[in-house]
């Protein structure tokens, strides 16, 4: 079965430097992954996803996550964060077993100081 | 263009009513996707629609959860004799194809927000 696993539940940056949200997952099968960031009262919006292409996935907004089967992680980064950057983040794995739910990840909340 | 819709966007009821959730998909997607979305619980996946397919209710946690899709399109997720522990937010999504068709990427309504009291 498939699980994902996010390492920090919350992560407290600074502006302008780098950020690291971590995720790692569980996949019987070559996995789909997704990151989506939810703001505050907001839905969720997808990031970027992973569907056996390019290890290395550029998102929106300057994001950016390595699939690396080896470690099985999926984390994601950005050079330089921004005060609008504050939100919940998920990583997210598709079930192939259920034909393609979603299975997502605690979320690591973001916090980004002036 | 337009996203998917929920409706109502806030609902508060009392323990025991019943409470119906509508969902519109973007026009054309043929998969739709419930969740629930509670503190403490993450999210987690209830149903889930592919065509005119029997629905995928792995999910849905007691039989007291309900859902249809009407004429492929609009959704409704029904709870019956609402609990305390049923409040959370509920969230649809609908995706152009199913998994493997390089279509499956799922996309999220803003959710209603449900409170039992």
């Known amino acids: 079965a498939q699980s994902v696993t996010q390492l920090d539940s919350h992560v407290s940056v600074s502006e302008g430097t780098p950020v690291l949200l971590r995720c790692n997952y569980s996949?019987?099968?070559?996995?789909?992954l997704f990151w989506y960031v939810q703001h505050p009262n907001k839905g969720l919006q997808l990031l970027l996803k992973?569907?056996?292409?390019?290890?290395l996935v550029k998102g929106i907004n300057g994001f950016e996550a390595e699939f690396k089967k080896s470690e099985t992680s999926f984390h994601l980064t950005k050079p330089s964060a921004h005060m609008s950057d504050a939100a919940e983040y998920f990583c997210?794995?598709?079930?192939?077993?259920?034909?393609?739910?979603?299975?997502f990840g605690k979320g690591t909340k973001l916090s980004v100081k002036p | 263009g337009a996203g998917v819709s929920q409706s109502p966007s806030n609902k508060v009821t009392e323990k025991g009513k019943d409470v119906e959730l509508r969902c519109d998909p973007i026009?054309?997607?043929?998969?739709l996707y419930w969740y629930r979305q509670s503190l403490g619980q993450g999210l987690e996946f209830l149903i889930y629609?592919?065509?005119?397919?029997?629905?995928?209710k792995s999910g849905l946690p007691s039989d007291r959860f309900s859902a249809e899709r009407t004429g492929g399109s609009v959704s409704t997720l029904t709870i019956q004799r609402t609990q305390q522990e049923d409040s959370a937010v509920y969230l649809c999504?609908?995706?152009?194809?199913?998994?493997?068709?390089?279509?499956?990427?799922?996309?999220f309504g803003p959710g209603t927000r449900l409170l039992v009291l």
């Open positions: 997210v794995v598709s079930d192939w077993g259920s034909q393609g739910n979603l299975i």
């Open positions: 992973y569907t056996s292409a390019a290890t």
């Open positions: 999504a609908s995706s152009l194809g199913k998994q493997g068709t390089g279509q499956e990427t799922q996309y």
């Open positions: 996949s019987s099968y070559s996995p789909s």
């Open positions: 629609f592919q065509g005119n397919s029997a629905p995928d």
């Open positions: 026009s054309g997607h043929t998969a």
